[in-house]
């Protein structure tokens, strides 16, 4: 009897302890289940958040830039040498003036920030989630106080030159400093995302020259497309009036901008207008569309991956630029106190000269004492459509007063309306010019070889009504840069060496109707320094799919052209070229800085150029 109650109290205790056991088990599975719950919720909660914080950069570079395009319009002064500054300054503006001005611009985006964002539901359709999108670029937004532990510094100046009522176009870049609040709640769960960043804008007139390549129909002449790749390397401003084209990873170390066109005019865009760009494998997709991101879109398919980098940002909708429609400024700036010829050039020669007296001496550094350093301009120039020809030889200094050798030798001073000419750097036609070239290399073989087209204090523009024939190498007496934007082994780009902006030598080469060839007879691996510009045409290779294979155009400067000219053709297989040329491009930076050849054409508008959205931090919270 004694044993049956042990037993059944035994029995008893194993019951308890299992169904204490099956207790805690069922308690933990339902803990579990709560957990895994609120974890998920907070999974979903933190991608509605970050896809809200992508949004918000979305909306700054498209309704938000619009927005800033008429704020800009009405408080940036066109006559003050600075946009925002006032008159002070010839390096930079007055920093208290532009964070005073940007505060005037700040108050009137944030009253328009607020009207599209304040109140907005971004959740997706059919979520029962909410979705909220603030942007500080004042102390309030929404109503509500900026978020604890972040502040806004003032905008300020960011690069750029001051306009001297020269006539030079210059561009001015301006920040105004933003929090971005993105907030998503989906149940119980909540997520916030805090970013801080700068908007960055640029305005004003900027010259053409500023740009490493812009287009107005980013394709040949006969409708081509035009792929950037891997083996694309841009280290400047980039700019269509149209739409880009991406195949795996092209790199461009400036902004980049697209206004979107899919007609683009002469003068307007002469249809509709749609932000975007296309991707190898996917065709053409929107900006709104973009994955991840507008700003770093990604594409992935059976040919490859296709992700340009943006280091500079990235604008979708930016402003359509209209090329110039004539070459007036031009031709009235070489009549004035330039070089002006009514029919065709044969041959126009650039060279560098040291003088001691009429004795040519090396122009070693420093010169001796009493030598001069003289610019040369050797015009070989049409009579009667070409039956005969002339051949004029002029020279400046570094003081710019122009002189013409005459019939016996001697130099003397060029004299209109009775007073000594000073040059103003412009050599005009009417017609076109047949062969452009700095002096001849002293072996064929080495481009090292070639002495300076441009004296170090040269600033020099060829501009022509027809074509331009580039038939020899062109290069600075004191370049700006060295080397080119190289990518390295591991994918990584290594930008070109620019530390000698200070230096003055600067040439432009522009045509208005024709284009600007690198003639059939170039030498191989030709070195031009200077931008190149057609308004009608391409800068490109006259026969690129013919030719023999000629190295590459080493070119440090930039190219802007109605269609994109084609350099040669190459073998996907290898990499190499077949024919023509390669690419070998370095920016000059010191385009960015204001710089520009003598009456080179400007974009003629004042207003915002492009916009980047730049991302320096950011945190994220669980409520």
Request: hydrophobic share 35%; net charge neutral; charged share 20%.
């Amino acid at each position: 009897m004694r044993n049956k109650g042990i037993a059944i109290v035994l029995a008893l205790a194993t019951v308890l302890v299992v169904s204490g056991i099956g207790t805690l088990i069922f308690t933990r599975t339902i803990r579990e289940i709560r957990h895994g719950a609120q974890d998920q919720g907070i999974v979903q909660t933190l991608m509605l958040a970050r896809g809200a914080a992508n949004l918000g950069g979305s909306l700054l570079a498209t309704r938000g830039r619009e927005r800033l395009e008429r704020i800009v319009q009405q408080t940036a002064s066109s006559t003050d040498r600075w946009a925002y500054g006032g008159n002070t300054g010839t390096e930079a503006p007055d920093p208290v003036l532009v964070a005073q001005a940007l505060a005037n611009v700040a108050d009137r985006f944030q009253s328009d920030l607020d009207g599209f964002l304040c109140g907005k539901n971004f959740a997706p359709d059919g979520l029962p989630a909410e979705v909220r999108v603030r942007v500080y670029v004042t102390t309030s937004a929404c109503g509500e106080p900026l978020p604890p532990k972040t502040h806004l510094p003032p905008g300020r100046f960011v690069e750029g030159a001051p306009r001297t009522g020269t006539g030079s176009g210059v561009s001015q870049t301006y920040a105004l400093p933003f929090v971005m609040v993105a907030e998503a709640s989906l149940g119980q769960a909540r997520r916030n995302i805090v970013l801080q960043g700068e908007y960055r804008f640029t305005i004003g007139r900027s010259s053409f020259a500023r740009y490493a390549l812009f287009t107005n129909v980013h394709a040949l002449p006969n409708g081509t497309g035009v792929w950037f790749t891997d083996r694309t390397l841009f280290d400047g401003p980039v700019h269509t009036n149209g739409h880009f084209r991406f195949y795996r990873s092209p790199w461009f170390g400036g902004e980049v901008t697209s206004a979107g066109c899919l007609s683009p005019g002469s003068q307007s865009c002469q249809g509709q207008t749609v932000p975007g760009a296309y991707f190898y494998g996917e065709g053409f997709v929107r900006d709104r569309n973009m994955q991840p991101s507008a700003a770093r879109p990604s594409y992935r398919n059976p040919y490859g991956t296709h992700a340009p980098e943006f280091t500079a940002g990235v604008d979708w909708n930016a402003s359509f630029i209209p090329l110039p429609p004539n070459s007036q400024d031009q031709r009235t700036a070489a009549q004035e106190s330039g070089l002006y010829f009514s029919d065709d050039i044969r041959s126009l020669k650039l060279y560098r000269k040291c003088l001691l007296g009429e004795t040519e001496v090396a122009c070693s550094e420093p010169l001796g004492p009493g030598a001069l350093k003289l610019q040369y301009i050797e015009v070989t120039y049409c009579k009667n459509q070409c039956n005969q020809t002339a051949t004029e030889v002029y020279r400046y200094g570094l003081d710019g007063l122009l002189y013409q050798k005459d019939n016996g030798g001697l130099f003397v001073p060029v004299l209109r309306d009775g007073a000594p000419v000073r040059f103003n750097g412009v050599i005009y036609t009417d017609g076109e010019v047949r062969s452009l070239s700095g002096p001849e290399r002293s072996r064929a073989t080495d481009p090292a070889t070639a002495p300076p087209a441009l004296a170090e204090f040269a600033q020099i523009t060829v501009a022509a009504q027809g074509d331009i024939r580039i038939t020899g190498d062109l290069k600075y007496e004191k370049p700006p840069c060295t080397g080119v934007p190289t990518r390295e082994p591991d994918g990584t780009v290594t930008p070109a060496v620019c530390d000698n902006l200070g230096v003055q030598n600067v040439l432009g080469v522009y045509s208005q109707e024709g284009s600007v060839w690198i003639a059939r007879e170039a030498p191989r691996d030709i070195h031009i320094h200077g931008t190149l510009m057609s308004s009608r045409g391409v800068v490109g290779v006259e026969d690129y799919n013919s030719i023999p294979e000629k190295g590459s155009v080493y070119l440090l400067g930039g190219i802007i052209e109605y269609y994109y000219g084609a350099f040669g053709t190459f073998d996907p297989a290898t990499g190499r070229n077949r024919t023509g040329y390669g690419r070998a491009f370095t920016y000059d930076r010191r385009f960015l800085q204001g710089l520009a050849p003598p009456f080179f054409p400007t974009t003629g508008q004042d207003r915002v150029t492009s916009v980047s959205v730049f991302s320096y931090g950011q945190r994220e919270q669980v409520y």
